[in-house]
């Protein structure tokens, strides 16, 4: 079984900076990818910046250059630097792990950590 969860949220003025975390814990599987994603209400959740299973970034467009993807494999931990917020960055944003176990991938999500970006 794999627990993901997410921490770091809060409340930030727009041109803040925020830093997400967040801890994989597992019993069994290998993760090969792990990533953030958000949700606003009434719209479809999003990536906002993942690692492949190669090791590479991938970041929405609206994020490049102002935030930053980064891990540490030894605490199966990813991070999300967030500078030069927006408002339209507000949202609640998850983490995902995706774990092969036996073969077969599987996903796993937070419960996800509220970003509010407002004055």
């Known amino acids: 079984q794999v627990r993901v969860v997410e921490s770091g949220g809060g409340l930030v003025q727009p041109g803040g900076s925020l830093r997400l975390s967040c801890v994989a814990s597992?019993?069994?599987?290998?993760?090969?990818?792990m990533g953030w994603y958000r949700q606003v209400p009434g719209k479809e959740r999003e990536l906002v910046a993942t690692?492949?299973?190669?090791?590479?970034?991938n970041y929405a467009d609206s994020v490049k250059a102002r935030f930053t993807i980064s891990r540490n494999d030894a605490k199966d931990a990813v991070y999300l630097q967030m500078n030069s917020l927006k408002p339209e960055d507000t949202a609640v944003y998850y983490c995902?792990?995706?774990?092969?176990?036996?073969?077969?991938?599987?996903?796993?999500w937070g419960q996800g950590t509220q970003v509010t970006v407002s004055s």
């Open positions: 597992r019993n069994s599987g290998t993760i090969n990818a």
């Open positions: 995902n792990a995706r774990v092969t176990l036996w073969s077969r991938v599987y996903s796993y």
């Open positions: 690692f492949t299973s190669g090791g590479n970034t």
